[in-house]
Each structure stands twice: as structure tokens, then as C-alpha cells.
């Protein structure tokens, strides 16, 4: 019975040993498993990433050669192409776009000056804005719920609202 009972505790200890060796085993796995979908994550990012940049980069290798191509055309009559993000370095990921107006003669006086200084910001701004809604998803999901909510109060305030009607005095004693 003593021997028997002795090789109980050796068949348990054996059962022991093995299930920790494949339980360290087990949790080595998968402590490598999450490491590699963790790099694999990190490779596919950088890549997306880098893909973006090189479409963005050939739409606007697209548009300058469209518009050199447009621009040899126009420069006989006189008119210069202004290509700001090129300009100011500010941004190799800006994409040029046409402009309203040429900075030729961006020294001329008046409304025209003014008009043009007006529109070339606008552009700048609304670039930006595009280029910020399309990097962050979920700034682009808050506009579109701000816009519905605010068309939604428009429309309340519109079809609620009921001006007071006066009598034909516009005096308060009604003389």
C-alpha cells in the first residue's frame, strides 16, 4: 500500500512538472503571439501611413504637371501661376491648388488687392481644414454631427416660431 501510495505522489508530481513546463510554455507563446501582432500592428500603420503620403504625393505631382502644362499656355498672355505650398515650405503634404488670383501684382492697391489677400486666406484656411478633417476621423464625425444638430434647431426655431401680432396703435395709452 506504502509503494503504491509512493507512486500516486510521483505520478502527481510528475503531472505537476509537465503541466508547468507547458503552462510556461503556454504563456511564453503567447507573450511572443502579443508581441508580434503588436509589431505587426505598429508595421501596418506605418505602412498606411506611408502609402497616404505617396498618393498624396503623386495626386499633387499630377496637379503641377497639369498645371505647368495649363500655366506654358497662360504664361504667352501673361499670367504667372503662384504655387504657395511650394513657396513657403510650410507643408510638403499641402496640395496645390488653383489660386483665384496671381501674385503678380500683388502690390496693386484697392478692393481688387484686398479681395485677393481675402481669397488666398480663405483658401490657406480651408486647405488646412481639410487636411486636419481627413488626418482625424473622428473630428470629421463630430462636424457632421454638429451640422445635423444645428440644421435640427434651424428648422425648430423656423417652424416654431410665431411673431407677436400688435394692433394698429403703436402707442402704449392707445391714442
Do not use: C
Not at 105 to 116: E, L, N, Q, T
Not at 139 to 149: D, G, K, S, T
Not at 160 to 175: A, L, V
Amino acid at each position: 500500500m506504502r509503494v503504491k501510495d509512493r507512486e500516486d505522489d510521483i505520478q502527481k508530481l510528475r503531472n505537476q512538472l509537465t503541466n508547468k513546463t507547458l503552462s510556461s510554455s503556454h504563456t511564453e507563446l503567447e507573450n511572443r503571439l502579443h508581441q508580434l501582432t503588436e509589431t505587426l500592428i505598429q508595421k501596418q500603420t506605418m505602412l498606411e501611413a506611408l502609402s497616404t503620403e505617396k498618393n498624396s504625393l503623386v495626386f499633387q505631382l499630377e496637379r503641377l504637371e497639369q498645371q505647368l502644362k495649363s500655366g506654358q499656355g497662360s504664361n504667352v498672355n501673361g499670367t504667372a501661376i503662384n504655387v504657395p505650398a511650394l513657396e513657403n515650405n510650410e507643408g510638403a503634404r499641402l496640395r496645390s491648388v488653383p489660386v483665384l488670383f496671381g501674385e503678380m501684382d500683388s502690390s496693386s492697391a484697392g478692393m481688387y488687392g484686398k479681395v485677393r489677400k481675402a481669397a488666398n486666406t480663405i483658401d490657406r484656411f480651408s486647405i488646412r481644414l481639410g487636411i486636419f478633417l481627413r488626418r482625424y476621423p473622428i473630428a470629421r464625425v463630430f462636424v457632421i454631427i454638429y451640422m445635423a444638430l444645428l440644421h435640427i434647431w434651424v428648422m425648430i426655431v423656423l417652424l416654431t416660431y410665431t411673431p407677436e401680432i400688435h394692433s394698429g396703435s403703436s402707442r402704449p395709452d392707445g391714442k
